[in-house]
């Protein structure tokens, strides 16, 4: 019984026409491309297939065979080859998003009742709102808060463009605070000076 019915099913499969199976699958309302989803061909003993990263896919198939697509995060869709007169078909697949609602859940940082009673009864209170806003903008506080807390776009914009503009109001000013007496280049053009006479001349000029 089991070798008539395997016979049979080939021999249909064989009547059908063979074609070349190709598509790309997008996602419904944003036509962006659905990647790596998985194509089943639930009429060919379940032959898996996937699409690439685009959306794309191409294999070989049976006119009137039925092919699952599923993928992670959406609804599976089921297409059914239809009459062709070439031996090639590409199909459009739309899919659409799985929208999965949880149950909502509240998270609580004490294991039972019991806790929960013990830091209530030791909670501090004293403090009203303005006291811990004051402690919360203390120096202190803010100093350990810049340790930790990275610098916004917005700060660093506003810093470098600070800095560009002190450096265009100062070029004149000797930024690096260099001595000239420790530099050998201005020695060497004082002692040239000198070997050539040229603050002599000056004198003897006035």
Not at 11 to 26: D, T
Not at 93 to 101: G, P, Y
Not at 125 to 142: G, K, T, W, Y
């Amino acid at each position: 019984m089991f070798f008539l019915s395997l016979s049979w099913t080939t021999a249909l499969a064989q009547e059908r026409k063979i074609i070349q199976f190709s598509g790309l699958i997008s996602s419904v309302g944003g036509e962006l491309p659905v990647p790596f989803v998985t194509v089943t061909n639930a009429s060919y003993n379940n032959q898996v297939h996937a699409a690439n990263n685009e959306g794309f896919f191409s294999f070989v198939a049976h006119v009137g065979d039925t092919i699952r697509f599923t993928s992670v995060g959406f609804e599976p869709v089921e297409f059914v080859i239809p009459e062709t007169a070439s031996d090639k078909f590409t199909a459009k697949i739309n899919m659409k998003s799985l929208v999965i609602e949880l149950p909502a859940v509240m998270p609580f940082p004490w294991a039972s009742i019991e806790e929960f009673n013990m830091a209530f009864m030791a909670l501090d209170v004293s403090d009203d709102n303005i006291s811990r806003i004051r402690n919360s903008l203390s120096p202190d506080a803010l100093a350990a808060l810049s340790q930790v807390v990275p610098r916004s776009a917005e700060e660093i914009q506003t810093f470098n463009s600070l800095q560009r503009h002190i450096n265009m109001s100062n070029k004149a000013v000797n930024q690096r605070f260099a001595n000239p007496l420790f530099s050998p280049f201005a020695w060497g053009s004082f002692i040239n000076s000198i070997v050539k006479g040229d603050y002599s001349r000056k004198r003897l000029e006035y």
